[in-house]
């Protein structure tokens, strides 16, 4: 299984980017799709997560300006980030934990993508 993301970029505080993450190779079900990011010298964050039921969680720093959903047809998580600030200047990653029959759910990751919010 392979994460590929895409949709980072330079962005002006106030403005918006919407990531993406896709999933390829051989896949039963992705119980759950999660955001993580990564800011040079800290630790990783966790930043959204929505399950196989579409249930939503999100971290209090971005809670009520970024969205997380997913498309279960095309195996892909979006982000949409809306109201950037600096802080939110990191790589992003994403993360999903794969199912397949016969085997134990097995946790992949994104290769990482950069959000830089800056003026």
């Known amino acids: 299984v392979q994460l590929v993301e895409s949709g980072g970029g330079l962005v002006q505080p106030g403005g918006s980017l919407r990531l993406s993450c896709a999933a390829s190779?051989?896949?039963?079900?992705?119980?759950?799709m999660e955001w993580y990011r990564q800011a040079p010298g800290k630790e990783r964050e966790f930043v959204a997560s929505?399950?196989?039921?579409?249930?939503?969680f999100y971290g209090d720093s971005v809670q009520g300006r970024f969205t997380i959903s997913r498309d279960n047809a095309k195996n892909t998580v979006y982000l949409q980030m809306n109201n950037l600030k600096p802080e939110d200047t990191a790589v992003y990653y994403c993360?999903?934990?794969?199912?397949?029959?016969?085997?134990?759910?097995?946790?992949?990751w994104g290769q990482g993508t950069q959000v830089t919010v800056s003026s």
């Open positions: 190779g051989t896949i039963f079900d992705i119980t759950l």
């Open positions: 993360r999903f934990n794969v199912r397949n029959i016969g085997t134990l759910d097995t946790m992949y």
């Open positions: 929505v399950t196989s039921a579409f249930r939503t």
